[in-house]
């Protein structure tokens, strides 16, 4: 596993594959088939798309909760990573409202305002650490927000001690 992590560590470093490439290509997503429709170089627009297949797909005929969450998970820290380099970040909590059944492909869209990320620039200048929250959601064919997730991020100085990344 070591071995992967430095190869996609090496991979996302080098430049030679794009960032929508490799986050096809991260292990996790391989097998959930997702399609990155948008990931602008500035990373403060993503747009994924989670196809509803057989093994997507829980008994009720909806998109599994758990693709959804795993899918989910990393992007608002992929993309604080990328606009705030030099700090290490991961995410400190997310919860996930199922609002209505996800019963076609997703669409997940997550957004970075301008507004945003200059409360974020204020608090790392300000506190050298900043906790922000983000919403974003999936959104099926029919452009029914059906998946409503809030995830926060934690940056933090590269080295802190609590750190669960380098």
């Known amino acids: 596993m070591k071995l992967m992590a430095r190869f996609m560590r090496f991979m996302s470093r080098s430049g030679i594959v794009p960032d929508a490439r490799l986050l096809e290509m991260y292990p996790p997503f391989v097998p959930m088939r997702i399609k990155v429709?948008?990931?602008g170089q500035t990373w403060r627009s993503v747009r994924i798309?989670?196809?509803?297949?057989a093994m997507s797909r829980n008994p009720g005929g909806v998109m599994f909760g758990g693709y959804q969450a795993a899918l989910a998970d990393p992007i608002a820290a992929l993309a604080c990573a990328r606009i705030f380099p030099g700090y290490s970040v991961w995410t400190?909590?997310?919860?996930?409202?199922?609002?209505?059944?996800?019963?076609?492909d997703l669409e997940m869209r997550f957004t970075l305002t301008p507004q945003q990320e200059q409360d974020i620039r204020m608090e790392l200048e300000r506190d050298g650490r900043a906790t922000p929250s983000f919403e974003y959601g999936y959104f099926r064919k029919d452009r029914v927000r059906c998946t409503v997730i809030r995830n926060t991020v934690a940056i933090r100085p590269r080295g802190y001690r609590r750190a669960t990344t380098p």
């Open 37 to 39: 429709l948008e990931i």
């Open 49 to 53: 798309l989670l196809p509803l297949n």
């Open 92 to 104: 400190r909590a997310m919860t996930i409202s199922f609002d209505h059944g996800g019963n076609s």
